[in-house]
């Protein structure tokens, strides 16, 4: 999910603010040992200078990679990204959500007057209690009880909330905006009366239509934020995550000069219910279900991934500089022309594409049956054969929908096997432009990304 989140926030971004830094911070990595924020690196096609780093582990993280790179000398891309989950009937499985959030942040000398938010003063607090853990290898939580974690963070949080004021320089009467979250949701409903604003002003939580997506959350529900203000206006950013952390903000004349490519509104509006309580089981590995009797696909080897890295995580396929050929995947011989080695590498990620044929396969491994498969041709050439993600197969089926616009997106997950393999596929989304549906890779609702582990 942090792929397309980080898509959608560097479109349009001028060349001098493009990330020279990548942080990704999330409390569910797909790997240990391994670093994570480097998929999300070769995805996006950022030049080998561009360190990634992971800043992960708990809930905690995406608010301090977001504090980090608020001093950072340089552009920073932080990309915060979870997946919630809880045991069968539980309060994390009823309250949870996945999602995914992006923003480019800098110092004042790296942004300059760039800066679409200025920070009027910040304050933090830490506090080592037993509240929420999680040990390693455990798919779930554990949480004491309810009453105790109120007890030790509604004071914290007047108290932090009060010192980042101060820092400030301004009275909480002043704030247009505050935003309280943590996924401890009793302690946040009273912390949001404690910290003596309005009720108008408290930022909605998106409990009803995202629900808490953990680390990603301060992000997501502050980039939704920014995209309703207006220039002149004060916030305050309050998490409540083994402490308290306060930011005092105020929106700049440049708010609104780069904005995403698709705002969190619209993503919200388009997603798609999912009905079967049992395949929400089989996805969160709560449900093991008996498989196709077909062969387990085979698992990636390193030598063959590295050499193909740009096509495998940043769809990049290459194009005849002698006919125009575009070839997915890349190719040293034109197929057309049959000239050699005469390819320039041609990036496909973005590129809307038109499903020529497709077919819906019951056999197939997926933990998400039936697998819809498609030729698609992209604007401007290149054809590519695929996996067509996150629509119904049914219908597609009584649509018989070859015209379709799809666009690429670069998640392929690889079952029976301890490694994520990533490659390309397409995504479904409902809308039309001309007639036709019209997709791009970015078009990504909350909870569409899905990497599988066992």
Request: glycine share 12%; charged share 25%.
């Amino acid at each position: 999910m942090g792929v397309p989140a980080a898509r959608n926030a560097l479109s349009g971004l001028p060349a001098d603010l493009m990330p020279r830094r990548l942080l990704f911070a999330t409390a569910n990595p797909a790997y240990l040992d391994k670093t994570n924020a480097a998929a999300i690196h070769a995805a996006l096609g950022l030049p080998a200078s561009v360190a990634a780093y992971d800043v992960g582990g708990s809930t905690r993280s995406g608010i301090g990679a977001l504090r980090l790179a608020a001093d950072a000398a340089v552009p920073t891309l932080v990309v915060m990204s979870d997946l919630r989950t809880g045991l069968p009937g539980g309060t994390d499985e009823r309250e949870g959500g996945d999602g995914a959030v992006a923003l480019v942040v800098g110092s004042t000398a790296a942004i300059g007057d760039a800066a679409q938010t200025r920070v009027l003063g910040a304050a933090s607090a830490s506090l080592e209690f037993l509240d929420r853990w999680r040990l390693p290898g455990e798919r779930s939580s554990h949480v004491w009880e309810e009453r105790f974690g109120e007890h030790a963070y509604v004071p914290l949080v007047a108290a932090t909330f009060a010192d980042a004021l101060a820092a400030a320089g301004v009275g909480a009467e002043t704030l247009d905006h505050v935003i309280v979250t943590g996924v401890h949701s009793r302690a946040v409903r009273v912390a949001a009366r404690a910290v003596g604003v309005a009720p108008d002003r408290i930022v909605d939580d998106l409990a009803d239509t995202v629900g808490n997506t953990g680390a990603a959350h301060p992000g997501l529900l502050l980039a939704g934020l920014l995209e309703r203000m207006a220039p002149g206006q004060r916030m305050a950013l309050v998490v409540v995550a083994d402490g308290c952390d306060v930011v005092i903000a105020e929106t700049t004349g440049a708010l609104g000069t780069v904005g995403p490519r698709r705002p969190l509104a619209d993503q919200i509006a388009g997603t798609r219910p999912l009905t079967s309580y049992e395949t929400f089981l089989t996805w969160r590995g709560h449900l093991d279900r008996e498989p196709p009797r077909r062969p387990d696909p085979k698992s990636p080897a390193a030598p063959p991934s590295l050499r193909n890295e740009d096509w495998k995580f940043g769809y990049t396929g290459s194009r005849c500089d002698a006919c125009g050929e575009v070839h997915l995947p890349p190719s040293r011989v034109c197929a057309r022309c049959r000239v050699n080695d005469r390819m320039t590498p041609v990036r496909m990620a973005d590129t809307p594409a038109t499903v020529t044929t497709f077919t819906v396969d019951r056999l197939t491994y997926s933990l998400s049956p039936p697998v819809v498969a498609a030729v698609v041709d992209f604007d401007g050439g290149g054809r590519f054969r695929c996996e067509v993600t996150d629509v119904d197969a049914d219908r597609v089926a009584r649509r018989r929908s070859r015209g379709d616009r799809r666009a690429g997106r670069g998640r392929l997950p690889v079952h029976g096997s301890s490694v994520v393999r990533e490659g390309p596929v397409v995504r479904g989304r409902a809308g039309r432009r001309g007639g036709r549906p019209r997709l791009r890779l970015h078009d990504l609702p909350r909870g569409g990304g899905r990497v599988h582990r066992r």
